[in-house]
């Protein structure tokens, strides 16, 4: 297994502050420890989290070694209500990485995962606090590279598992992570004007687009098919009574056909 070198993920053109570590409960909870003294662009990966998490503090599982497992620190000059689009366009930017390194097509599952074959390959978790420089987003992502053995109760893979190769054994992580530093922030230049177009292309890698769904929101589960993504990248529900019912976000997001 070659190691994460933060030297290797360093480019003078990209604003990003990059640091490796061995062992950590989570990046995200590193960086929120440190965020009073961690300069915005700082970018953290681990080798190995003790206790990383998802949504709704599900737990991640990853490899020791063999996946990415990283948080960033940002402060977009957008107004505060456009800061929840980093999430989407994180999530074109992994798909636009793996693309590039790899020959496989991503999907985005919405809100807030990557698939590829309908397994789940990537997750991001986006929480908002106080910092030295006041508000700050600190915006964690697993992708899992290199793992090939999953807990049976997990409907995850690797992209080293898709792509099912009968020479290649390991995935180089510094590139791949080196070209994600390089599309997430191409992508989060698209915050604010550009939106639009990304939504386009979120559009196109959608998993769940024309599918029926079942969601939970907090006034309970809803059911029905997915129209389409708005201009926001929320999404377009029709349920069974023809309503057309607009999704800013949700948990235990399900394909049913």
Known sequence: MLPLVAATLHLPSLPWH???LDEVTSTSDWLKQNATSAPIGTVVFAESQTAGRGRRENRWIASRGKDLMFSMLLKPVASLDKWP???TLAALGIC???EAELPLSPRIKWP?????DGLKASGLLAETISGRDGMVLVLGIGLNVNTLDFPPELSATSLLQK?????LREIDRNALAHRLLGCLHAEFQRLDDGYGEAIAEVRERSWLLHRQIRAQIPQGEVFG?????DEEGHLLLETADGAV????S????RAVR
Not at 112 to 116: A, E, K, Q, S, V
């Open 18 to 20: 990059v640091t490796v």
């Open 85 to 87: 689009r980093l999430t």
């Open 96 to 98: 636009k990485a793996i």
């Open 112 to 116: 807030n995962d990557i698939y590829l």
């Open 163 to 167: 792509l099912d190769s009968p020479v």
């Open 225 to 229: 098919r997915v129209l389409d993504l």
């Open 245 to 248: 019912q607009t999704l800013a």
């Open 250 to 253: 949700a948990d235990h997001v």
